[in-house]
């Protein structure tokens, strides 16, 4: 329930991310993202998620 305070943790990250010139590590990045994003949606929509 507090996903803000781990996500506030992780920000540096995701500037250091936007400044990234590689395309193979921004599509490699948005891949992992993609499959991270799709597995939490399945896990939503079937009932596992507490929240």
Do not use: D
Request: glycine share 6%; aromatic share 20%; net charge positive.
């Amino acid at each position: 329930m507090s996903i803000g305070r781990y996500i506030l943790v992780l920000f540096p990250i995701f500037i250091w991310l936007a400044s990234v010139k590689n395309t193979y590590v921004k599509q490699t990045y948005i891949f992992v993202v993609t499959l991270l994003l799709a597995m939490n949606i399945i896990l939503f929509v079937n009932g596992y998620w507490a929240g």
